[in-house]
C-alpha cells in the first residue's frame, strides 16, 4: 500500500520538474475555459499516453525510451503550433475547422472559437509525452518492473497511482490558472494581450525544451532537483531493499551465538527454466531434499553481490560435509550478463565452486517472486524457506541461519563458530559509515543527476561537454556519446566521463563494445593521478584497460573521504558504461 502512496506522491510532484515548467504557460491558457470540454479530456488525453507508455514498457521494455524521445519531438512540434495560434487568431480558426466537420459545436465568445473537445485531448495527449520522460526515479521503478516482470495488476495499479497523482497536480494548475484568469479579466481587461503573452511563452518554452536549456537553467531556477531527490528518498525510505541494493529488515532476528528464530515461509520453488548450469548438471527441488539450501540470488557487475560471494564460497566449503548446498541464481541486471559466456568467465575468476543456475530469462526469480540482488533464502531439509535476507551484511546472522538448519537435519551436528572472511579488492568490505554517494545508471532508462549544458539525447550521437561545476553526486559527458537505455556508448575518441562523488571506493561498470578490441583509459581524481588511491583495476598512475564486460573498481582511497571529482578519460571509440557504484 505505501508504494501505491508514493507513486501517487511522486506523479503529483512531477509538476514541478525543469522539462514540465516551460508547458505550464500554455496549460494556464486553457484554465478560464469550462472544465468538461477544456480540463477534463486533456487530462484524460495524459492518462491515455501513461497508459501506452506502460503497454510499451510491458511488451517492448528496451524501445520505451525511444519511443518517449521520438514521441516528444512530436510534442514539440504540437506545442509549436498551438502556441502560434494563441498569436494569431486565424490560425486558430484554421485549426478548429477540422473538429467543426467532425461535430464539435461551434460557439462564439468574445470573437473566439468555442473551446474544442478534440483539441484539449491533443493537448493532454502531448503534455503527457512530454511529462513522462520527466517522472523521475519513481516512474523509472515502475517501467523497470514493467519491463522485468512483464504484464502484471501491480505494475499497471502502480502506473495508475503515478498517473493520478501526476493528474491531479495538473488540475490544481488548472484551478489556480482559472483564479488567476478570472482576476486579471475582471481587472484589466486584457484577454487579448493576455492569450498573445501566453502564446510568446509556449513557444519560449518550445525552444527551451528542443534546446535543452529547460534543464540547465530552470533547474537552478526551481523545485525541481530537491523534489527528485526527495523522491528518491522516499523510494529508499519506502521500499524494501532495492536492486543491487540496500540491506532490508529481515524475519526472525538473531543475536551472534543465540538460537535464531526460524520461520515457514513456504516450500521451496522450481529451478526449472535456467538457460543453463555451471559446475553442476540441472538440478531441481526434488533431489535437493534432505539437504540444507541456501540459494544466492546475484549478477556479477552488482558490487554488493561481489562482496557477498566470499561469504557464500566459504560456506558451501565449510558444510559440504555437513549436508549444505549452496546454489547462486545469475539473474541478469544488463544485456552482457545474459551471455553464458561472460558468466563463465565471472565464475572462474571469482574462483565459485558451488552449482550456479543461468537465470537470463527471469524464470526462477519470478517463482521466487524475488526483487533483490543479493537475496539469500535459506531452505530446511523439508524443502521449506526457513529465513532469508535481502542485500549484503549480517553474514554471521545468517550462517547462524544454516548451523540451526543443519541441527534440525542431524542432532549431532557440532555447532561452530562462524566464518572469518576477508575480502580483497572489489569483494572487500564497504567503508558504509562514509559513502555518500548512491548507485548510478548512465543508461537514460534509470539515469539521474546528470548535469549537461543540455539534456541527454536518447539513442543518437551527440557531442556533449561538462559543465563549469559539478554539484555532489552530479556527473557529466564529455565528448561525443550515444545514450541508450542502458549505457552510454563512446562514439568517437576520445571522451571522458566526470563524477563529484563522495566514499572510499568508486566503480564503474564498463564493457569494450561491439568490436570487442580493447579500450585504454586514465583516471584523475581531483585533477591528478590516483597514486595510493587507485583501484584494483588501474595503475598508481591511473592508466587502465577495459577488456571485457564487467565492474571495474577504479578508485580505493587511502587517505580521508571527502567530496572528490572523479574523471575517467577514453582514449579509444567504443567503450560502454552502464553505472557507478560506491563502497
Avoid at 473537445?117 to 518492473?145: D, M
Avoid at 573498481?553 to 572528490?564: A, F, S, Y
Amino acid at each position: 500500500m505505501l508504494l501505491y502512496v508514493l507513486a501517487f506522491i511522486g506523479g503529483v510532484l512531477t509538476i514541478v520538474s525543469p522539462c514540465i515548467l516551460p508547458v505550464l504557460p500554455f496549460v494556464f491558457a486553457r484554465a478560464d475555459q469550462p472544465f468538461r470540454r477544456s480540463g477534463l479530456p486533456m487530462l484524460g488525453g495524459m492518462a491515455l499516453t501513461f497508459a501506452a507508455v506502460a503497454a510499451l514498457a510491458t511488451v517492448a521494455g528496451a524501445w520505451v525510451g525511444r519511443a518517449n524521445q521520438y514521441g516528444r519531438y512530436i510534442a514539440l512540434v504540437i506545442f509549436a503550433v498551438m502556441g502560434l495560434a494563441l498569436l494569431f487568431p486565424s490560425l486558430a480558426e484554421f485549426l478548429s475547422r477540422p473538429f467543426v466537420r467532425l461535430g464539435a459545436k461551434a460557439q462564439q465568445q468574445d470573437g473566439q472559437s468555442a473551446p474544442s473537445v478534440g483539441r484539449s485531448l491533443l493537448l493532454g495527449v502531448s503534455t503527457g509525452l512530454l511529462w513522462v520522460p520527466c517522472a523521475g526515479p519513481i516512474l523509472g521503478l515502475i517501467l523497470t518492473g514493467a519491463a522485468v516482470e512483464g504484464a502484471s495488476a501491480r505494475s499497471a495499479i502502480l502506473l495508475l497511482a503515478f498517473a493520478l497523482g501526476a493528474a491531479a497536480s495538473l488540475a490544481l494548475a488548472l484551478l489556480a490558472g482559472k483564479k488567476f484568469f478570472g482576476l486579471m479579466k475582471r481587472s484589466l481587461g486584457a484577454e487579448e494581450w493576455i492569450r498573445r503573452g501566453l502564446g510568446v511563452a509556449v513557444l519560449v518554452g518550445v525552444v527551451a525544451i528542443a534546446s535543452g536549456l529547460e534543464t540547465g537553467l530552470l533547474a537552478r531556477v526551481s523545485l525541481a532537483s530537491s523534489t527528485s531527490g526527495f523522491e528518491q528518498k522516499l523510494v529508499d525510505r519506502l521500499r524494501p531493499a532495492g536492486a543491487n541494493g540496500a540491506s532490508a529488515a529481515t524475519s526472525g532476528a538473531a543475536v551472534h551465538g543465540a538460537t535464531v528464530k526460524l520461520a515457514n515461509e513456504g516450500a521451496m520453488p522450481s529451478l526449472g527454466g535456467a538457460v543453463s548450469w555451471l559446475n553442476s548438471p540441472p538440478l531441481t527441488s526434488e533431489e535437493l531434499r534432505g539437504k540444507v539450501v541456501v540459494i544466492d540470488f546475484w549478477t556479477y557487475s552488482c558490487i554488493n553481490c561481489l562482496r557477498a560471494i566470499p561469504y557464500t564460497e566459504a560456506w558451501a566449503e565449510k558444510y559440504k560435509s555437513d549436508g549444505l548446498m549452496v546454489i547462486g541464481v545469475h539473474t541478469p541486471e544488463f544485456a552482457f550478463e545474459k551471455d553464458p559466456a561472460n558468466v563463465a568467465k565471472a565464475v572462474q575468476d571469482l574462483k565459485i565452486t558451488y552449482p550456479v543456475a543461468l537465470d537470463s530469462n527471469y524464470a526462477i526469480w519470478k517463482t521466487f517472486n524475488n526483487q533483490y540482488w543479493p537475496a539469500h533464502y535459506f531452505i530446511d531439509a523439508n524443502g521449506v524457506i526457513r529465513y532469508h535476507h535481502f542485500g549484503e551484511g549480517e553474514y554471521d546472522e545468517s550462517e547462524r541461519v544454516i548451523q540451526e538448519l543443519l541441527k534440525e537435519r542431524n542432532a549431532n551436528f557440532n555447532l561452530a563458530g562462524v566464518v572469518d572472511v576477508k575480502g580483497a579488492g572489489a569483494e572487500a568490505a564497504a567503508d558504509s559509515n562514509d559513502v555518500q554517494s548512491p548507485e548510478t545508471y548512465v543508461g537514460y532508462a534509470r539515469g539521474q543527476n546528470f548535469a549537461g549544458p543540455g539534456d541527454i539525447a536518447a539513442d543518437m550521437a551527440q557531442k556533449y561537454s561538462l559543465p563549469t561545476r559539478l554539484n555532489l553526486n552530479q556527473w557529466g559527458l564529455e565528448g561525443k556519446w550515444e545514450v541508450s537505455d542502458e549505457h552510454a556508448a563512446l562514439a568517437s575518441a576520445p571522451g571522458a566521463i566526470v563524477f563529484r562523488f563522495h566514499a572510499r571506493d568508486l566503480h564503474l561498470v564498463l564493457g569494450p563494445g561491439a568490436d570487442g578490441k580493447p579500450v585504454r583509459f586514465r583516471v584523475t581524481i581531483d585533477g591528478a593521478a590516483p597514486g595510493a588511491s587507485h583501484g584494483m583495476d588501474v595503475d598508481e598512475n591511473g592508466n587502465g584497460v577495459v577488456q571485457g564486460y564487467r565492474l571495474y573498481q577504479l578508485i580505493r582511497q587511502t587517505g580521508k573521504v571527502e567530496d572528490r571529482t572523479f574523471e575517467i578519460q577514453f582514449l579509444d571509440a567504443g567503450v560502454q558504461a552502464y553505472a557507478f557504484t560506491f563502497g
